[in-house]
């Protein structure tokens, strides 16, 4: 048997059992040996009886505690336990509640930041969908008290009203797509398809836009050949639509946005670049996080939901590559990032 816990505790209190019944009994008038074979009778009869009393109770307990603590924890900070065996059981019970203390405070400090996190989400989505709300609400009334009699007025809050209930739309299924992504629900399709087909297509849908600014957009291709990729095209549709969006968006009048494919071996490259205002240096780091505007006091009808550069981000990340923005106030900006080149049989 091994010197654990309930021995070592039956023997010192054998010990002193032993020293006090040896006294006592003196006093009694008992003489040597008898007084000292009386003493060791029952020290030995309280010792086993100890012994078996704490083993069968209080240690065996205390082992059920640790084992129930030890299968709590994960399984990582359960194998660091090591020499279990060896320690006492108190030793393993602190051991255990120690190791069980720490795992629950990263518990709580992981839950208290997607509090904080999930807050900040609600204050800004109830933000994000505030003014077009309060504008819609804003043209109906005014319609409904009376300005629809004046025609002019009529088609102008009408009008008003449709490019807000566009903008919530816009909003509404960005959020959708956020919450996709971000509930890891969100699946790639991968598919072989031309880059080069995929990206003038979005520039028919971005030619209106572009017109309106006399922005021209230029597809420029560093070889000949096609750019075949292996890719989920839906979700770099819509990559090339916010970038290309965005250049459009905070383009200059007369400017020029202009996609690059180049080569990179393994990979084909894609750049975005524009002539527009262009990001300072201490917003380009931030640019890609949900919600972030450069300029705060910007009409939330020539912005977008704040969301565009996030969804951009999670989907190249999606696909295992990096997005990476450079810029210069005042010359403009590039985005860029790179694509699985697809092999002959996918
Ligand atoms: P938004 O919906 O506001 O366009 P994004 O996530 O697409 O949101 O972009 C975040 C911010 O980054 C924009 O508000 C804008 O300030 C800045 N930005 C994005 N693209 C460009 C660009 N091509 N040129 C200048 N600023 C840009």
Redesign the pocket.
């Known amino acids: 048997m091994k010197w654990s816990d309930p021995l070592r505790l039956s023997a010192y209190i054998a010990t002193i059992i032993i020293l006090v019944s040896t006294v006592t009994l003196k006093m009694m008038g008992y003489k040597y040996p008898n007084t000292f074979y009386a003493a060791l009778i029952i020290s030995v009869c309280t010792l086993v009886s100890i012994f078996l009393f704490s083993h069968y109770t209080v240690f065996k307990k205390i082992q059920t505690v640790s084992d129930e603590i030890e299968k709590s924890l994960s399984k990582k900070k359960k194998n660091k336990m090591g020499d279990f065996d060896e320690k006492s059981s108190l030793d393993v019970l602190n051991n255990a509640v120690n190791r069980l203390i720490k795992e629950k405070a990263t518990e709580i400090d992981t839950l208290k930041e997607s509090e904080k996190y999930r807050r900040e989400f609600l204050g800004n989505v109830a933000h994000e969908l505030r003014s077009p709300i309060f504008n819609i609400q804003g043209y109906v009334h005014t319609l409904l008290e009376g300005a629809m009699e004046d025609e002019t007025v009529r088609n102008k809050f009408l009008k008003k009203a449709a490019n807000n209930i566009d903008l919530l739309s816009d909003l509404v299924n960005d959020l959708v797509t956020i919450s996709l992504i971000e509930s890891g629900e969100m699946m790639l399709e991968h598919t072989r398809f031309s880059l080069n087909e995929l990206i003038k297509e979005v520039m028919d849908l971005e030619e209106t836009q572009a017109k309106e600014k006399d922005i021209s957009l230029l597809l420029k291709t560093e070889n000949t050949e096609v750019a075949y990729v292996f890719a989920d095209k839906q979700k770099i549709k819509q990559v090339l639509l ?1 970038l290309i969006n ?2 459009v ?2 383009g200059k009048e007369e400017g020029a946005t202009t996609i690059t494919i180049s080569d990179m071996n393994t990979e084909w490259g894609i750049e975005v670049s ?1 002539n ?4 300072a240096a201490e917003h380009l780091p931030r ?1 890609f996080e949900r919600f ?4 705060k006091n910007r009409e939330r009808s020539e ?8 969804i951009v981000k999670h989907f190249i990340e999606a696909h295992k590559h990096k997005i990476y923005a450079t ?1 210069s106030v005042g010359i403009g ?1 590039i985005f860029s990032f790179s694509l699985d080149k697809a092999k002959e049989n996918e």
Request: no cysteine; glycine share 24%.
């Open positions: 916010n965005n250049s968006k905070y524009d527009g205002d262009g990001i640019i972030y505007r450069v300029d912005g977008g939901s704040g969301l565009g550069l996030a810029s900006s």
